[in-house]
C-alpha cells in the first residue's frame, strides 16, 4: 500500500519556499527588464524607455511588474513625449488590467487631469473623477475631487451645479482643506450671474469662517466689487483702501479708488479724497 505524502505544516512551508523560488525565478527577466527601462528613462532616452517597458508587458503580460510598466509608459507619453492617446490607453490599462494595484488612482487622477487640460473635454474629466471617488478610501482625495468636479463645472458656466458639488462639499466636510475655496468660488458664481446680494454675503461668510485662508485677500476684494456693484460706494471705498498695502496688483486697487471717487464727486458735486494713507484693515 502507497503511503499517502506527508501535509503537515512542515511539507506546507516546504512547498510555499518552493513556489516563492519559482515566482522569483519567473520574475528575474521582467525585473531585469524594468531596470533596462528605468535606467534609459535616467539616461534621458524617453522613447528607449517605453520600448523597454512596452516589451515587458507583451513578453510578461501577468509579471508583478506590469502595472508599473504601464504607469511608467503613462508617464513618459504624457509629460515628456506629449502624445496624450498613449499616455490615456496606459493608464486605462492600469485601472482595467491591475484594479488592485496602488497606482490605479492615481492613474485616474492623471486621466482626468489630461482629458481636463489636454482634451478639454469636461464630460470625461468628470467622469474620471467620479471613479475617483467611488475608489478612494482617502478621505482628503475625496475632497480635493469634490472640489475639482465644481471647478469644472464653473469653468463650463454651469454654475448652479458648480454650486451643488461645492454645497456637498462644505456640508460633508467643512474643515477639509478645500472648503474655504469652495465657499469663495460660490461667491464667485454668484458674482459672475449679477447676484451681487448673494455673492456678497457669501464673500462676508468666507472671510468670517476661513479668516487664515490663503484666499482671504481676494475674498475681500471681491467683497469691496460687491459693494461696488451694489452702489454702496463709500462701504466699497473703504474696503479698496483697506487693500491698498497688501493687494499683490496695487495698480487695480488705486484704478478702483480713483474711480470711485469720481463716481462719488458725480453724485455728491463734491471731491472725494482719494488718496494718502489707506485705513487699517478692519
Known sequence: ????????????LSLGVALLAVVTGCEQMPKAILATA??????????????????????????VFADDAYYAIGTLEYLYLNDYPKAVEAFQKVVTEHP????????????????EKKYHDPRRTIAEYQKLLEWTQDR???????????????????????????????????????????????????????????????YQETAKRYPRSDVRVEVRFWIANCLEELDRLEEALREYRSL?????????????????????????????VTTGRPAEPE
Open 38 to 63: 528605468e535606467a534609459r528613462w535616467k539616461a534621458g532616452d524617453y522613447l528607449g524607455a517605453v520600448q523597454a517597458y512596452e516589451r515587458l508587458v507583451d513578453d510578461y503580460p501577468k509579471s
Open 1 to 12: 500500500m502507497a503511503r499517502r505524502p506527508k501535509t503537515g505544516p512542515r511539507c506546507w
Open 140 to 202: 482628503a482625495v475625496a475632497e480635493e475631487v469634490q472640489y475639482r468636479i465644481g471647478e469644472v463645472y464653473f469653468d463650463q458656466g454651469d454654475y448652479d451645479q458648480a454650486r451643488n458639488e461645492w454645497d456637498q462639499l462644505l456640508k460633508q466636510a467643512p474643515k477639509s482643506d478645500w472648503a474655504d475655496n469652495a465657499l469663495y468660488r460660490t461667491g464667485s458664481s454668484y458674482f459672475l450671474q449679477g447676484r451681487y446680494s448673494e455673492a456678497l454675503s457669501t
Open 244 to 272: 491698498a498695502n497688501g493687494y499683490p496688483n496695487p495698480k487695480v486697487i488705486e484704478i478702483k479708488i480713483q474711480s470711485i471717487g469720481n463716481r462719488l464727486k458725480t453724485a455728491t458735486g463734491k471731491p472725494t
Open 100 to 115: 488592485d494595484s496602488p497606482l490605479v488612482l492615481q492613474a485616474e487622477r492623471t486621466l482626468a487631469e489630461i482629458y
